[in-house]
């Protein structure tokens, strides 16, 4: 079975400037995460999907961030625009209907 | 919400020994609490995980064990092989309740 996948693996940027991520989940897989992972710490969550609809997006920063699960399959999440603070690994899990998350292998992003 | 801490944040142990890695949650309706394993430059992997109706779990040489009244759980690696070297990360959810992580620890197995 094909785990999440995402790209690109790397990105490195300038502020101020935007950039987009893609992730594919797990074949039959309705849960859909996307995770900031800062240095040093543990994964935090930004937005769930359900299907097509966003579940939960309390700690996404919606004048920078964007998310979106228009098919209800593969998801892209935008920063525009980028600030410093945004240097992070950014991380796709997926889920079937149980609690058990399953994580891509994470875009580490350069913000200069 | 849900907080997660996690113990230590670094430990290192000769091959062989046994590692015990311990989390605290906050929020008693938390009911599943999973570990991941992350080595550098990959993500996380699931590596095994308990939900609040059990007390331990096994899984050759990786074991969990929950206290719900104190509301901690551990992670138990016996027999420690170079290969376990590798961040872990506890979590704590489930029962209305967001996927929340410790802050992870960085287990270092030397021959």
């Known amino acids: 079975e094909a785990g999440v996948a995402q790209s690109p693996r790397y990105k490195i940027i300038e502020k101020r400037q935007s950039v987009a991520f893609w992730c594919n989940p797990i074949?039959?897989?309705?849960?859909l995460y996307w995770y900031q992972q800062i240095l040093g710490q543990g994964p935090k969550l930004l937005i769930q999907?359900?299907?097509?609809?966003?579940?939960?997006d309390s700690q996404l920063p919606k004048d920078r961030f964007s998310a979106e699960r228009l098919k209800g399959v593969d998801s892209t999440l935008k920063i525009q625009p980028a600030k410093l603070e945004d240097s992070a690994v950014y991380l796709c899990?997926?889920?079937?209907?149980?609690?058990?998350?399953?994580f891509g292998p994470g875009t580490r992003l350069t913000v200069l | 919400g849900e907080n997660v801490e996690q113990h230590p944040s670094t430990l290192s142990v000769q091959e062989g020994d046994s590692a015990v890695i311990k989390c605290t949650y906050s929020?008693?309706?938390?009911?599943?609490f999973p570990w991941y394993k992350q080595e550098l430059g990959k993500g996380p992997q699931l590596i095994i995980d308990?939900?609040?109706?059990?007390g331990e779990k096994k899984d050759q040489r990786i074991a969990v064990t929950l206290n719900k009244t104190a509301k901690h759980f551990s992670l138990h690696i016996t027999e420690t092989q170079p290969e376990d070297s590798a961040v872990y990360f506890c979590?704590?959810?489930?029962?209305?309740?967001?996927?929340?992580f410790g802050t992870g620890t960085q287990l270092k197995v030397e021959l």
């Open positions: 899990a997926s889920s079937p209907p149980t609690d058990t998350q399953y």
């Open positions: 074949s039959g897989h309705a849960t």
């Open positions: 999907f359900q299907n097509n609809g966003v579940v939960d």
């Open positions: 929020d008693s309706a938390s009911n599943y």
């Open positions: 308990i939900r609040s109706n059990v």
């Open positions: 979590g704590g959810g489930g029962g209305g309740n967001k996927l929340t």
